[in-house]
């Protein structure tokens, strides 16, 4: 297993094209807000003193999540490309377990999502720190690599679950695409939840992901919001979704804690289940 998780850390990091497939989506994300989003959501906010301060921090709690799923999915990948190439039948002498293979891909890939959050984050702190002043303290960077992890783990589950299912490399590419441009809508990263519809607020819950980017935005603004909307501080919270809420309930740290590790570890289990199968079915198919 732990072979398997170096070869495809190695795998990743030897071409240069695989990391900026996986930051595709993030710059993509960053650039849209930049360019576009930031402007026309800040002429809302007149009533908030730093208000450029306070989105820059909620764009970059979503930026960071979505970061986590497209690299996971992106590394996560070459379990496809192996299944392609029939390279289970030399793993199948070296690593039998057909479970143990998959966490070989599961470890690599989580490892890899960590670490891009890591660099991603230290891109755009250190724009915003240039153009904006943000300062982050050394306690809140250190809660931020925490959600990071648990982020990735769940996101690292849920692309090993899609991966075990594509066949081949053209529909890989196109499962990409599709979490590439899409997944930001899905975690309520383009638009804050107070301006979006109860139907869609709701399949927005219902994405643990979503879970994350609460937590990570609650890190990153709180310092800000308690200096700068004092008096309507609830009603904003709502608005930009730091307070998630489940049946009336405010979600806690400790239940999103639960929610992302609860889900990572829900879809190992579904991982271990088909495993076998899948490796036996992609193994009859290339024979």
Not at 167 to 184: D, Q
Request: hydrophobic share 55%; net charge positive; proline share 2%.
């Amino acid at each position: 297993m732990l072979a398997i998780i170096k070869r495809n850390i190695l795998i990743y990091f030897r071409k240069f094209s695989n990391i900026m497939f996986s930051l595709l989506g993030s710059m993509i994300f960053f650039f849209i807000y930049i360019l576009f989003l930031r402007k026309n959501i800040l002429s809302s906010l007149h009533q908030i003193t730093a208000a450029g301060k306070v989105l820059d921090m909620w764009m970059l709690g979503a930026l960071l999540t979505i970061t986590a799923m497209t690299t996971a999915l992106n590394v996560m990948g070459q379990l496809v490309t192996d299944k392609s190439n029939n390279k289970f039948l030399d793993f199948k002498i070296s690593v039998p377990s057909p479970f143990k293979l998959l966490l070989g891909y599961f470890g690599a890939a989580m490892l890899v999502s960590v670490g891009m959050q890591v660099l991603v984050f230290g891109i755009v702190w250190g724009y915003f720190l240039t153009y904006e002043s943000l300062r982050l303290t050394t306690g809140m960077i250190i809660h931020l690599v925490a959600i990071g992890i648990e982020s990735s783990f769940c996101a690292t589950g849920i692309a090993c679950l899609v991966c075990a299912f594509i066949k081949n490399e053209t529909a890989l590419r196109a499962v990409n695409t599709i979490f590439g441009s899409g997944f930001g809508f899905l975690i309520g990263g383009y638009f804050p939840i107070g301006e979006m519809s109860m139907t869609a607020q709701h399949v927005i819950k219902a994405f643990p992901l979503t879970y994350s980017v609460a937590q990570n935005r609650q890190i990153l603004m709180d310092h800000l919001l308690r200096v700068t909307i004092k008096p309507i501080r609830v009603p904003m919270e709502k608005f930009f979704g730091l307070n998630l809420t489940i049946n009336g309930s405010q979600v806690s740290s400790e239940m999103i804690t639960l929610i992302l590790i609860g889900t990572g570890i829900i879809l190992i289990l579904l991982i271990a289940i088909i495993s076998r199968k899948m490796i036996e079915v992609t193994m009859a198919e290339r024979s």
